[in-house]
């Protein structure tokens, strides 16, 4: 029983410290000056009551105490204490153990002032007792709530009475009681405080005039500041003629050299002519103190400057289907801008998507567009175009007041053909299947429909002028349960191998029906096995997806 009334009270014990600490942390969110800090030694008589061995009664003990505590530290108000006091113990009864105590204590507190030379501290530490007693001498960590009542009698002479509760953690008795009355001095310790930051600020030019003549556009505003310690922050506030801030500008640390300033609000609206503008800088140091500095910005006469219209654009591309394919017919893509100007062009920018709408090649320059941009059908990072599919092209022109007129249009290819000894190469990902299908006619896109149409009557074009060549069709997959081996190892035998069999297998039928001879056409089903990119690559996989034609010259 006597176990767990000392838990619970430990408990109730941890629940004071806890509630003592986020009081001081709440007293201290207030932001103070620097305070000064006072240091205060003491010396005191110490009276010690402790439970009796038998717990019946308490003992008593008498000592003294001596320590030094400083106020003020970090925050005002803000009270540590070391102490170290000795009492003796007089038992009541002859055979009762002596006990000597030793008590080392480390405090916090907050000086409450009650009066102007009353003082209400309370207190918490911890620290270590030592029990030297006729059977041995024992030591035990303490936790120790208490409070003082200081009163200032002469100048720095402080009278104080305390009491103070010592919880052992292990020991022969618990709690330890403990009462003084004592005096301390106060000497304070008054910290170097540096003096305020000095700031001007100096304008130029004398008359600001911002209409784009070229000719006092920009007002420069420069500081000159002389700081004693750290700058925290800085405020530049432009006032109109009504002290309404027009626009401001903030920054933390040192303040810059000097503010350049366009004459617009921060809603983009123009100072108005022959007008003052008050200019004020405000700095914070590191103490917290402001120094406030201010000037005027005169504003000229401004021009009137019609502003031109806005460019036009337009792009025209040739030839109609783009091979990249090195065999010097379409070989390189011609975009021809064509840009109507009312002013001078800034810079432009020329932006390719890949079928899937990311971002393929770009070109940019500053000035005039050029007459004529050719590509070679290469992405930024070196890859080629697909067959078969659309690319589209951005151009985007910026004239000097950063108007921005653009154009698109779309790059068809062609059917890419790669020689290599006596075999043709070309692959198709714009071949489009139902999901999980091997038909070619999509019931909810007729345009789809029509494009794989459109494309296997340019393969028959294209087969019919190698008619000294037999045609192998590979049709590939692409996994979705690539990260699982065994689930990639299902996948592949019970889906995509005898779909892309299927695959290839409809698209030999469709060209068989459009004139091309059966015997000259064979058919293979890889599924994934022979991916063109890694299956995590999400941006690309797409092109896993694809319908391949191998031409091999027949042998004499």
């Given at each position: 029983?006597?176990?767990?009334?000392?838990?619970?009270?430990?408990?109730?014990?941890?629940?004071?410290?806890?509630?003592?600490?986020?009081?001081?942390?709440?007293?201290?969110?207030?932001?103070?000056?620097?305070?000064?800090?006072?240091?205060?030694?003491?010396?005191?008589?110490?009276?010690?009551?402790?439970?009796?061995?038998?717990?019946?009664?308490?003992?008593?003990?008498?000592?003294?105490?001596?320590?030094?505590?400083?106020?003020?530290?970090?925050?005002?108000?803000?009270?540590?204490?070391?102490?170290?006091?000795?009492?003796?113990?007089?038992?009541?009864?002859?055979?009762?153990?002596?006990?000597?105590?030793?008590?080392?204590?480390?405090?916090?507190?907050?000086?409450?002032?009650?009066?102007?030379?009353?003082?209400?501290v309370p207190a918490i530490g911890t620290g270590v007792v030592f029990q030297h007693?006729?059977?041995?001498?024992?030591?035990?960590?303490?936790?120790?709530?208490?409070?003082?009542?200081?009163?200032?009698?002469?100048?720095?002479?402080?009278?104080?009475?305390?009491?103070d509760t010592s919880f052992l953690i292990f020991g022969l008795h618990e709690p330890?009681?403990?009462?003084?009355?004592?005096?301390?001095?106060?000497?304070?310790?008054?910290?170097?405080?540096?003096?305020?930051?000095?700031?001007?600020?100096?304008?130029?030019?004398?008359?600001?005039?911002?209409?784009?003549?070229?000719?006092?556009?920009?007002?420069?505003?420069?500081f000159d500041v002389t700081s004693f310690c750290k700058i925290k922050h800085w405020y530049l506030s432009i006032l109109d003629p009504h002290e309404n801030i027009f626009i401001s500008f903030t920054g933390k640390g040192s303040v810059p050299e000097k503010v350049m300033w366009d004459g617009h609000s921060v809603h983009g609206k123009l100072v108005e002519p022959e007008t003052n503008y008050n200019v004020m800088l405000q700095l914070y140091d590191e103490l917290n103190r402001e120094t406030i500095t201010r000037s005027v910005i005169i504003t000229d006469t401004l021009s009137v400057r019609e502003i031109p219209k806005e460019s036009k654009v337009s792009i025209r591309i040739t030839p109609r289907l783009f091979s990249p394919d090195n065999d010097n017919n379409n070989d390189l893509a011609e975009i021809w801008p064509d840009v109507t100007a009312y002013c001078r062009i800034d810079r432009w920018t020329l932006t390719i998507l890949d079928p899937e709408y990311h971002d393929f090649y770009f070109l940019s320059g500053e000035g005039e567009v050029p007459k004529k941009i050719t590509w070679d059908g290469h992405s930024t990072d070196g890859d080629l175009v697909e067959s078969a599919m659309e690319y589209y092209v951005n151009l985007s022109v910026y004239d000097e007041y950063n108007r921005k007129a653009e154009a698109n249009q779309v790059i068809y290819t062609d059917i890419l053909v790669m020689k290599k000894d006596d075999r043709i190469n070309t692959r198709i990902q714009s071949i489009t299947f139902a999901p999980y299908s091997a038909s070619l006619f999509i019931n909810d896109s007729v345009e789809k429909t029509t494009k794989n149409i459109e494309i296997l009557n340019r393969l028959v074009e294209l087969f019919t002028q190698y008619k000294d060549y037999t045609i192998r069709i590979e049709g590939h997959a692409n996994h979705l349960d690539w990260e699982d081996p065994e689930k990639k190892r299902i996948e592949q035998e019970t889906i995509l191998l005898p779909l892309s069999l299927k695959r290839a297998q409809v698209v030999k039928d469709s060209l068989v029906i459009l004139g091309i001879e059966e015997d000259r056409i064979s058919v293979f089903g890889y599924g994934g096995d022979v991916p063109l990119v890694p299956f995590d690559d999400i941006d690309n996989r797409w092109k896993n997806r694809r319908v391949e034609f191998v031409l091999i010259r027949n042998s004499l």
């Amino acid at each position: 029983m006597l176990t767990v009334k000392r838990i619970h009270f430990r408990r109730k014990v941890l629940f004071v410290i806890i509630f003592f600490i986020a009081l001081l942390n709440s007293l201290s969110a207030e932001v103070y000056p620097r305070p000064v800090v006072t240091i205060c030694p003491f010396l005191a008589s110490s009276m010690l009551l402790y439970p009796s061995p038998s717990e019946d009664f308490l003992e008593m003990g008498n000592g003294l105490m001596l320590g030094c505590g400083m106020a003020n530290i970090f925050i005002h108000h803000l009270y540590a204490q070391l102490s170290a006091d000795f009492e003796i113990s007089n038992p009541r009864i002859e055979d009762i153990n002596y006990h000597n105590f030793y008590n080392f204590v480390l405090s916090l507190g907050y000086q409450f002032p009650l009066l102007d030379s009353l003082l209400l501290v309370p207190a918490i530490g911890t620290g270590v007792v030592f029990q030297h007693t006729t059977l041995g001498i024992y030591y035990s960590p303490v936790i120790n709530i208490g409070a003082s009542l200081d009163i200032n009698l002469i100048k720095n002479h402080h009278l104080f009475f305390s009491f103070d509760t010592s919880f052992l953690i292990f020991g022969l008795h618990e709690p330890l009681f403990r009462f003084q009355l004592g005096f301390m001095n106060h000497y304070q310790v008054i910290p170097e405080i540096p003096e305020k930051t000095i700031a001007a600020i100096r304008i130029n030019p004398p008359l600001f005039s911002p209409d784009g003549d070229g000719y006092n556009d920009l007002a420069e505003i420069a500081f000159d500041v002389t700081s004693f310690c750290k700058i925290k922050h800085w405020y530049l506030s432009i006032l109109d003629p009504h002290e309404n801030i027009f626009i401001s500008f903030t920054g933390k640390g040192s303040v810059p050299e000097k503010v350049m300033w366009d004459g617009h609000s921060v809603h983009g609206k123009l100072v108005e002519p022959e007008t003052n503008y008050n200019v004020m800088l405000q700095l914070y140091d590191e103490l917290n103190r402001e120094t406030i500095t201010r000037s005027v910005i005169i504003t000229d006469t401004l021009s009137v400057r019609e502003i031109p219209k806005e460019s036009k654009v337009s792009i025209r591309i040739t030839p109609r289907l783009f091979s990249p394919d090195n065999d010097n017919n379409n070989d390189l893509a011609e975009i021809w801008p064509d840009v109507t100007a009312y002013c001078r062009i800034d810079r432009w920018t020329l932006t390719i998507l890949d079928p899937e709408y990311h971002d393929f090649y770009f070109l940019s320059g500053e000035g005039e567009v050029p007459k004529k941009i050719t590509w070679d059908g290469h992405s930024t990072d070196g890859d080629l175009v697909e067959s078969a599919m659309e690319y589209y092209v951005n151009l985007s022109v910026y004239d000097e007041y950063n108007r921005k007129a653009e154009a698109n249009q779309v790059i068809y290819t062609d059917i890419l053909v790669m020689k290599k000894d006596d075999r043709i190469n070309t692959r198709i990902q714009s071949i489009t299947f139902a999901p999980y299908s091997a038909s070619l006619f999509i019931n909810d896109s007729v345009e789809k429909t029509t494009k794989n149409i459109e494309i296997l009557n340019r393969l028959v074009e294209l087969f019919t002028q190698y008619k000294d060549y037999t045609i192998r069709i590979e049709g590939h997959a692409n996994h979705l349960d690539w990260e699982d081996p065994e689930k990639k190892r299902i996948e592949q035998e019970t889906i995509l191998l005898p779909l892309s069999l299927k695959r290839a297998q409809v698209v030999k039928d469709s060209l068989v029906i459009l004139g091309i001879e059966e015997d000259r056409i064979s058919v293979f089903g890889y599924g994934g096995d022979v991916p063109l990119v890694p299956f995590d690559d999400i941006d690309n996989r797409w092109k896993n997806r694809r319908v391949e034609f191998v031409l091999i010259r027949n042998s004499l």
